[in-house]
Structure formats: structure tokens, C-alpha cells
């Protein structure tokens, strides 16, 4: 039997923004969890995403900021440049420390993290993207016991990074945005359905 | 791929027997840093060395400074760009400038200068700004080799392309290259800068107050501190500030979710440049 999910982490790339906005408007005001996301963003480029993202979600959506700690019903942003970290304590930690996959914010480095801070009450999500970062972070997830989602490959606009998860058997769920949503409203509410489990966690 | 796929190399009561082992053997104190990133920074060190083990390279780096010497590297190194952030030193020249000409003579602080690239920026801005000659900036860093390159002030060529960028971004009066010598690959920094700056070995963990500043930059070196280490260097750098002197973090630093809130006010909010009240 799982333990109780704590919060959901969320990573992608290029195609995940459009998918965010399938996924997070589908989720109620007073969801029960914290959710991270990073998605890789040009560097330098003021992000406007909190309010693209918040504009259509019941969710509050705000970047997230050294040493703050997480509250359920909110979604924290990684703030472009910065790797977004959780620690032990579950506050968030920020590093300037170099790209991960060219990438930082890196989605291995929040899911590795995160892995390290919540064991198995921990839900990760990997959506479209480009490249493969967050495939080994997924996998960390799952192999300390947590929900891994992966967004199933024919879904999604770049389907590279779902498709990396799958090869490393970091899956338990390959969904589509929809059920995605749907198997998040069940998690928070304390329902864990069985995996489609098409993948077997090696190593 | 698969073979890139290992679990997390060591426990976390390994890491902190490493930690103490470390202070003890060399009066480094990692013990009170940001935890997930310094887990991070450890096991990149372990891939490096060869080392599959913890308590292994514990034994190794006890019996080699060298190979600590090499191992600090992975534990403090952070890379910058002169001008990084050309919003925050935009704020410096147009805000804090005004106030900090009103003093006869100038201290300025670079706490956690890793190899100088901020230290030099601040110093060509105070130079534009007619400053620089009755100003001493102190550069500090617990990372010898840093600090030898920060001092020699020498940076790969193909850096200055981005660096000229931010410069002009930052409100530059000139031309970056009017501070620079270049050769081949490499560009040296002018002299009459490198005279302005102090650099000099300083820990915000275990070393105290050394002089009264009236502007301390200190950007993207707390947020690798736990919040007891974050305090406890707040407090450093709010001792070693004048009354209404300036206190720069980096963009996504603020002193909301410390126990110094209160020592400050906000002067930048974006740029999160302080005063001390």
C-alpha cells in the first residue's frame, strides 16, 4: 500500500507549456497538494508564465523562492537560471550551479531532489519535451517508491523526453493530459489506482 | 543509458561524517550548507575521482590535500559573468551611486567572489562613476585557487562577447573593451582595476567582521547556505555595515524568510539591493 502523496513534481520542455494548460486548469481550487514545475524556458527572458499559467487555473501560481516552504494548492514555477531544489525540511533551495542537460532549471535536478525528500509520497509527472532531462530524475522517483506519470509519446508535441523516461523504465503510468488530470485529483484525494505498470523498473 | 542510472552513491549520515571529517581535517565547514545541492555536488566529485564510495574517498581526501585542494573545487566553485544580471548593477550606478558619492572615502564588499568577475564589474562601474580612486573593495572567497584566478584577473576571450552585452545592458558609459587587453584567447583586465580590489581568503561560516562597508554585494552564496548558516552570515554582514550602507543579494535571494528582516529596508525590491536601517 503506498503512502499518502505529499506533492507533485512536474517537468518539460518544448510542447509542455500547452499541455500545463490542459493539465492544470483541470485540477479544483483547494487541491490538496503542492505542485513543482519546471519547464525549460529561453534563459533571460522575463517569465510571464506565472500568469499565463495562473490566468487559467483555480490554483494560486507563483515562482518559487529560496528557503520558502511548499503549501498545498499552489503551484511553484522554477525561476529561469536557477536550478529549484526541495530539501529534507521541504523548503525549497535554489542553485545557481551549472545547466544539467544544457538545462537550469534542470528537471533531474528538482525530481532527484525531491526523490531525497519525499520517498514515496511523491507524484512525478514528465510531459513533452526535447531532450531527456528528467528521465533519470523520474526514475529516481520511482525507485524510491513513488508515482511516476509519464504523458504517453503519441500525445505529445516533442515526444524525445516521454519517450527517454520510457526507455529507462522510469514509468508506472503512460497517460494522456486528460488522465493525467484525472489520476491527480484521484492521488491528492488519497486514491492510488493500480499502474498501467507497461514498464519494469530495472538497475 | 541504463549504466548512467545508479541510486543516490551514499546516506545521508555518510555525508555527514564526511562534513565533520572534513572540518576537523581542514577547518572547511560544509556542515550547515543547502543539503540537496551539496548531496548534488558530492557525488559529481565521487564520479570525478573515480570513487564509488563515501567512506573511500573520505580516507583518501583525509591522507591527500590534493586531492581536497581538488575536491573544494566541486564543494565552492560558482561561475559568473562581469555584469551578470545587468538589472541589478543598472540599479547599483542609478541608485546606490548617488548615495555612496556622499561619503569621502568608500569600503565595498564582494562577499563570495569565487574568481572576480562581480568584484571587476563593480569596479568599472565606480570607475565611470568617478569612485573607484577613494574606494577599497575587499573580494572574499573561501577557495584559494579562485582567488588566485580572481587576482590575476585574466578570462577566456570568448566570454567577453556576453560580457559586453551585459555591460551595455547594465547602463555602461563606454566600451567594455576599454577595460580589457586581449590576445589570442585570453583577455586581461586593466591594472588600475585590479589595484581598486583586495581579494583576500574570507569564510562567512567561520570568520567574523573584518572592516565597516558601506556596500556589501553578496549574490547567489546564501542560497547555498542552510537557514542557520543564512542567519548566522546575515549577521556578519549586517555587523559589518554601516548605519543606512547597502546590502546586494542576488535576483531570487531576499531576506524575507530570515531572522535579519527586521535590520532592513527594502531599497530595490526587484533589483534586491537593502539599506540597513
Redo the contacts between chains.
Sequence with gaps: MPARAEAIVIGGSAGALDALQTILPSLPRGFALPIVVVLHMLPGRPSGLASVLGGNSALSVK?A????AMSAGTVYLA?PG??L????DR?F??????PVHFSRPSID?LF??AA??FGKELVGVLLSGAN?DGA?GL??IR?AGGVTIVQAPQTAAAPPMPE?AL??GAAAHVLGLVAIGELLRALAGGHFPPGSAVEKV?? | MDAQVTPTPFADVELAHFLDALFERYHYDFRRYAGASLKRRVASALVHFGEDELPTFERRVLEDPAAFAELLRFLTVQVSDLFRDPPYFRAVRERVVPVLATYPSLKIWVAGCATGEEAYSLAILLAEEGLLARTQIYATDIHPESLRTAAAGVYALERFARFSENYLQAGGRASLSDYYTADYSAAVLDGSLRKAILFADHSLATDSVFAEMQFISCRNVLIYFDRDLQNHALGVLESSLCRRGFLGLGLKESLRFTTHANAFREFAPDERLYQRL
Excluded at chain 1, 85 to 88: F, Q, R, S
Design positions: 515562482e523562492e529560496d528557503k520558502e525561476s536557477y536550478h531544489l526541495v530539501e529534507k523548503h533551495a535554489l542553485s545557481v550551479d551549472e535536478v532527484e531532489s531525497d525528500a531527456e533519470r526514475f529516481d525507485q527517454a526507455r529507462l530495472s538497475g
